[in-house]
């Protein structure tokens, strides 16, 4: 069924992309700490921009595939 896939699919990709995602928040993170405050604000923004793209794909994109697959 469509929810036995998507449950696969979290359990054997989901780590990676939460992984993934963790090391880029840490790395533009770091950014945060910079003098130079356009600098700052780069890191702000990226960090917020992938924070954002995590939860949709853990929490939205499976609900659209669920939903549409029907």
């Known amino acids: 069924t469509v929810e036995e896939v998507l449950f696969r699919t979290m359990a054997t990709s989901g780590r990676g992309v939460v992984l993934s995602s963790l090391t880029l928040l840490l790395g ?3 950014l945060l700490f910079s003098a130079f405050e356009p600098v700052r604000l780069f890191g702000e923004l990226s960090g917020v921009a992938i924070g954002c ?3 949709a794909q853990l929490v939205l994109l499976p609900a659209v595939l669920a ?4």
């Open 67 to 70: 939903k549409l697959a029907k």
């Open 28 to 30: 533009y993170g770091a």
């Open 53 to 55: 793209a995590l939860v």
